[in-house]
């Protein structure tokens, strides 16, 4: 049974900093492109992060891009997301997102608020 599991949010201040978790199992890690997606309520759920198999190569929606990192360690079956000069228009459930071919696999989410 494959699993992701998102950890790492939590409440932030304007201009802070968070780091995001998703450790997979069930499933061969090293081989899925990963993403990460956020949701606001009464929002569509909104591409943030990419990252490819191997970790070569990343991408980032126009709105994060500079101030969010995504990196993957394939040894842990984990992928990060950090989250740097945090804005309160970042608020949203975060979930990681596996995909390999036609298979395609989400976390249950993560809550990060910004707000002072």
């Known amino acids: 049974q494959v699993q992701l599991v998102e950890s790492g949010g939590g409440l932030a201040q304007p201009g802070g900093s968070l780091r995001l978790s998703c450790t997979a199992s069930?499933?061969?890690?090293?081989?899925?492109?990963m993403r990460w997606y956020r949701q606001d309520p009464g929002k569509e759920r909104e591409w943030v992060a990419s990252?490819?198999?191997?970790?070569?190569?990343?991408s980032y929606a126009a709105a994060v891009k500079g101030r969010f990192t995504i990196s993957r360690d394939n040894a842990k079956n984990t992928v990060y997301l950090q989250m740097n000069s945090l804005k309160p228009e970042d608020t949203a459930v975060y979930s990681c997102?596996?995909?390999?071919?036609?298979?395609?696999?989400w976390g249950q989410g993560t809550q990060v608020t910004v707000s002072s």
């Open positions: 069930g499933l061969t890690f090293s081989t899925y492109t």
């Open positions: 990252i490819t198999s191997d970790g070569g190569t990343t």
């Open positions: 997102n596996a995909i390999f071919g036609y298979l395609n696999y």
